[in-house]
């Protein structure tokens, strides 16, 4: 079993910056598939980012160029770097993990057996 907890959501004014962090805690010894996932106010979820164990990453096309995906398993925590924030990356931003690679289970969310509770990021125009 795999615990995530997220922290770092908060309300920023467009152009601004957050850091988002994912801290795991149970089996952290197995190898993951890492990712970053977002629902916006009534929206579907949709995959932002995805990291391999050997630290590949992939991106939604929106995000590309403005957010970067990077993890410290020293510490067992993933981290989503959100620059040049827009009104429209307003949403709950959850991380996910699951032992299948990042090719496999790519950006769909019934692929991923471990969430955490989500943070929310509110951006403001």
Excluded at 4 to 22: I, N
Excluded at 67 to 80: E, G, H, P, Q, V
Excluded at 82 to 109: H, Q, W
Aim: proline residues 3%.
């Amino acid at each position: 079993q795999l615990q995530l907890v997220e922290s770092g959501g908060g309300s920023v004014q467009g152009g601004g910056s957050l850091r988002l962090s994912c801290a795991a805690s149970g089996d952290t010894h197995l190898s993951y598939c890492m990712a970053w996932f977002r629902q916006a106010p009534g929206q579907e979820r949709e995959g932002v980012a995805t990291i391999e164990t050997d630290g590949r990453t992939t991106y939604t096309d929106p995000v590309k160029g403005r957010f970067t995906i990077s993890k410290d398993n020293a510490k067992n925590t993933l981290y989503l770097q959100m620059d040049s924030l827009k009104p429209e990356d307003t949403a709950i931003y959850s991380c996910a993990a699951d032992l299948l690679p990042c090719v496999v289970t790519g950006f769909r969310t019934s692929a991923y057996d471990y969430w955490g509770q989500g943070t929310q990021v509110t951006v403001s125009s």
